[in-house]
């Protein structure tokens, strides 16, 4: 069965939550959400999901379906709510980044100089509350040098570097980095290495795409997703395929 390289990405965002037992999955962006889901229906079914809007779900919905759809609703959660879990440590975050640096420091506020950016984006929002909570992964939709950077223009996600000098981050806890070429995970220094790569990728084609030296020993090629998790994606949670709308289509080579 041809496979394609969203749907390696998909079951990769998938194996960040296994085995998570019931915390909230935090996902930002398609393929992290398409993950959550997979993964509440595969290899963590105490995964707490909710519709994208203030309801958990006792089944995944499709994408861009909300509970006003129907299906079972089993609890609901406003927004003032959320600040609860999160200093609970009961959730944890698939996030989006505009810039990475070796230790994980995550920038999704503005690009230059913070006094004067050449680009504003969406501000720190709950990077540091996330990154000080609960576990926290990352998904980058473009792995380029203009994401993986030697130092980061803001810090809004906290880094391991930043986390080992600081005190009372005991909480602090970094899971990988997936991306659309391999997924990343994090060395004894917590610095970035390269974990897996994907189907139809080469270390050198990673290497080349960092703005930073990545060490790739041992690095594996990242799993195929399986027969059901491939039903699962294309029948039950994104039938409208809007994966391919963040990782375009085609076959990964190899699978």
């Known amino acids: ?115 004067r950016p050449t680009r504003q984006l969406i501000g720190v929002r709950g990077a540091p509350g996330n990154t000080v909570n609960h576990r926290t992964d990352y998904w980058v939709a473009r792995h380029t040098p203009k994401v993986f950077v030697e130092k980061v223009d803001v810090v809004c996600g906290v880094g391991n570097d930043r986390a080992r000098a600081g005190r009372g981050l005991r909480f602090h806890h970094l899971g990988v980095v997936i991306t659309n070429l391999a997924v990343l995970g994090y060395g004894d220094g917590g610095r970035l290495r390269i974990r897996s790569v994907h189907p139809g990728v080469t270390v050198e084609e990673v290497r080349k795409n960092t703005g930073f030296d990545l060490d790739a020993a041992g690095a594996t090629r990242t799993r195929l997703p399986d027969e059901t998790e491939l039903g699962l994606i294309r029948e039950v949670i994104d039938p409208r395929g809007l994966r391919d709308r963040e990782v375009p289509p085609g076959p990964a080579p190899g699978a």
């Not at 963590?44 to 958990?56: Q, R």
């Not at 609860?84 to 009961?90: E, F, M, P, T």
């Open 1 to 115: 069965m041809e496979v394609t390289r969203a749907e390696v990405c998909a079951a990769a965002c998938a194996d960040a939550w296994r085995d998570a037992g019931e915390v909230l999955a935090h996902a930002v962006g398609v393929l992290p959400m398409i993950g959550a889901r997979l993964a509440r229906l595969t290899t963590c079914p105490d995964l707490v999901l909710s519709d994208g809007e203030a309801f958990f779900m006792s089944e995944p919905p499709p994408l861009g379906r909300t509970a006003a759809d129907g299906g079972v609703v089993e609890g609901w959660v406003p927004f003032r709510r959320v600040f609860d879990l999160v200093a609970s440590g009961r959730r944890q975050s698939m996030m989006a980044a505009a810039q990475i640096d070796p230790y994980g420091n995550q920038n999704i506020s503005l690009i230059g100089d913070w006094r």
